[in-house]
C-alpha cells in the first residue's frame, strides 16, 4: 500500500464524521441557513476549529447568495476548495546551507516524539547524510536506549550523557561534536514535558540558548510533534510551545487513529505555523512530507 492510500485509510474516521456527513446534509437539493449551521458543527467536531470552520461557512453562505454553487455537488466542490485554501505547506525539513543543521524536537509526553525523530535520522540517511542524535531526554534512562536503538537503524552517531545530566549539555555536545566531525545533521531529543510547566519550559529556552552559542543559525528547525487524536488540545500545547521556543513546523502523528484530522485547519488558520510532516503508521515510510493538495484529495475521494 502506497503512502496515498494509507493516508486516505487513515482519514477514513475523519472522511466519514466530515464529508459523509456533509453530502448527506446536502442530498436534499436545496441548501438554506440550516444546513450550513449544521456543517460547521461538523467542520467543529472534526477539529477544523470555530475559527476556520466560520471562515469556511461563510464563504460559502456567501458563493450560494452570489449563485455560485446551488447543488450538492457544487457545493461540495466549494467545500473541498475552501479546505484546501485554508491549508499551507512551509518550506520542507531538507539539509541545505551550514553545516551542521540542526532539529529541536519538542513536545509533550506520549506524542511520539523519539519515533519520529528515529524515522527522520532514517530518512536523512537514506538520502546519503551523515547524522547525530543527541538524547536530551535524560529525565528517563529508557527514552536514552530507545533513541540508541533507533540511532542503530538509522546508521546515525548518538551523542548522550548519563540519566539525570542537564539535556542542555547533552545539546551542546552534540552540535560541537558534529561540527568537528563535519556531520551533516543533528536531531535533538527533549524531554516530553508539560506544556504548563513553565520550569520544563523555560529549560527549553535554555537548550535552544545553548545550541545558539555553538552554532549561531542554529537550531534551523524546531519542530513540535503533536498528536492529532489531542485534538483541539494540540493548539493549547502549540501556543505555548511558540511562545516559548518559536514553532517552525509541525509534526502530526497518528492520523490513521482519529476522526479529528481536520485539526491540521485549526493549526493552520489559529496559529500561522505549517504542518510539515504528517504520520500514518508505524514503519518508517509512514512519515512524509505534508502536502495540502494530497491531503485534501485523500480526505475527499
Known sequence: MGFFDKLRQGLAK???????????????????????????ENLIMADVGPQAASDITDSLREKIKNGKAFSSRDLKAALKEEMRKGLRTGPKIMCAGEKPYVVLTIGVNGVGKTTTIGKLARRFTDQGFSVTLAAGDTFRAAAIEQLEIWAQRAGAQIVKHRSGSDPAAVAYDAVASAKAKNIDVVIIDTAGRLHTKSNLMEELKKVKRVISRESPSAPHEVLLVVDATSGQNAINQAKIFNEAVGVTGIALTK?????????????????????KLIGVGEAVEDLQDFDAAEFIEALFE
Not at 14 to 40: I, M, P, Q, S
Not at 255 to 275: R, Y
Request: no cysteine.
Open 14 to 40: 475523519t472522511r466519514k464524521l466530515l464529508v459523509e456527513n456533509t453530502e448527506a446534509l446536502f442530498r436534499g437539493g436545496v441548501v438554506d441557513e440550516a444546513h450550513l449551521e449544521e456543517l460547521e
Open 255 to 275: 492520523l490513521d487513529g482519529t476522526a479529528k484530522g481536520g485539526i491540521i485547519l485549526a493549526i493552520n488558520k489559529e496559529l500561522n505555523i505549517p504542518v
